[in-house]
DNA sequence: GGCCGAGTAGACAGATCGGTCTACCTCGCC
DNA sequence: GGCGAGGTAGACCGATCTGTCTACTCGGCC
């Protein structure tokens, strides 16, 4: 029973030809259909595999929905982070934290035509126990940090706050690009975003103490 | 054919007993659960009726989610607008745009623990044909519309940009709610919210020509 | 009294759900 | 040559899905 979990806790390489082919297709459908929509003899069937592949490698259907999140959550962090790196390595304060902005309308232009996956997934999966849950909260808290970390290097007088605050604008983005009401959410985002990051900078943090960050709960 | 979808098309007053138990039923467990895996046995089940019942008032589960969702809507609308008009009626421009964060505070506490009941049900309806999806439209693009409408009133210098920005700021607060990342994302969107007004009122509109609303695709 | 809308009770149908199983094939490695 | 991992093919299970049906009850209205 713990040999049959591999796929879920390795890295998506080490994965067998078949489960990558599952894999591959479970995430079309999931993202595209929805999770409870899709069921698996049709994951088989795209994928051009059988149930009994399926069963063998990820162990069932809510293991195989927790390995598509977790690739996808990967493949998201290591997007943002390569794109914010590249563009904006030695570019003046604040600039970094405004590169997380178009590295994500570039991300929604070719994996979000449905709004964010993790919403999305969430939305389909009420129970708080169900391991797909702890990625989606992972991939939340992960965004969270990582702009509370650009904050703080920039010198925001309050780096806790900007990074609530730029972590709503990627979720009110990400969403709003799914329901064709607003033209270019990305782009309203990231014009709010050079305000807040203007205003976080315009007071430079006092020396003294790094101030602590005030997160909800960190269990 | 015609008559048996009537509870769609009317007043949610006018309902029939049997069918208000049957829509409150399923509005809790849809928002709750999910659309797509309640069914309608445990939707009758809960309500204390039967199915038969179900099917005779809506005619199907499509015509029910559609029922569900319009209800939902005409609820939030009133809502946001008897606030808008009780708390903010006579204040200082600008007022009345931030009171709407305000009615969401309230809202979100009430209604929406788990997200936008909209942008959920919008994850787990991918047909753009569905009923369903054309009340998910109408309720952003009403709440988009009529802070356009509030910015103009307030005197923004481009009432469109700000609609735009604070849909998005709705957006981001209540998607954010349904995830406990952010220690208290209505609070933030506020925030940046009282920024954006400021700024588009700090550059009072030029007398002339009413500017035009840039709204991505009106049909 | 007669009628009809509304509801209850529950059987029924056909499809699909997640999940298990046997049987067989193929390939690389010892 | 033998063995085991990975895969294919497909039958099978019980449960649940949406949707339909008959038969009966109740209450208000003409």
Redesign the interface.
Known sequence: MARETVATETAPEELTPGARKILDAASALFY???I??VGVDLIAKEAGTTKKTLYDRFGGKDALITAYLRERDLRWRSWLTSWVDGHAADARPGEQLLATFDALAEWTRQHNP???GF??????L?DPAHPGRRV??GQ??WL?GYLFELSTAAGADDPG?LA??L???????V??R????????VG??R??AE??VE?ALSRPRAAGPPIAD????DR
């Open positions: 595209e259909r929805g409870t929509a449905r709004g964010c919403v999305n997934a969430a939305a389909e009420p989606i909260d939340k808290r969270r706050r609530d605050e972590a709503l604008l990627h979720e009110g983005a969403v709003l799914g329901l064709a009401v607003v033209a270019d959410p309203s985002a014009a709010l305000q807040a205003r005030t997160r909800p709960d």
